[in-house]
Nanobody
Framework: QVQLVESGGGLVQPGGSLRLSCVASGFTLSWYVMAWYRQAPGKERELVARISSSGGVTNYADSVKGRFTISRDNAKNTVILQMNSLNPEDTAVYSC?????????WGKGTLVTVSS
């Protein structure tokens, strides 16, 4: 059974950091492009960061460039999103996505709240 399970969300003050993890099971992670998306209240879901199957290529939304870093450890079936210098506009549910050809898997998400 394919599963993506996110963790690491929570409440953080502006300027703080969080580290989100996505643990995959039921499929070979190294075959998939992995990404983090987020959806803020009342807004559409948006791509935050994407990483190629090998980890050699990464892409970021302009709003998070220089603050967020995506990485992966295929041996541990894990994808990480390191988030620094968080601001209230980063408040959202963050979801992990795995994509390959016609296959498209999603986790349930983890809530990140940035507030003082």
């Amino acid at each position: 059974q394919v599963q993506l399970v996110e963790s690491g969300g929570g409440l953080v003050q502006p300027g703080g950091s969080l580290r989100l993890s996505c643990v995959a099971s039921g499929f070979t992670l190294s075959w998939y492009v992995m990404a983090w998306y987020r959806q803020a209240p009342g807004k559409e879901r948006e791509l935050v960061a994407r990483i190629s199957s090998s980890g050699g290529v990464t892409n970021y939304a302009d709003s998070v460039k220089g603050r967020f870093t995506i990485s992966r450890d295929n041996a541990k079936n894990t994808v990480i999103l390191q988030m620094n210098s968080l601001n209230p506009e980063d408040t959202a549910v963050y979801s992990c996505n795995a994509r390959r050809l016609t296959e498209d898997y999603w986790g349930k998400g983890t809530l990140v709240t940035v507030s003082s």
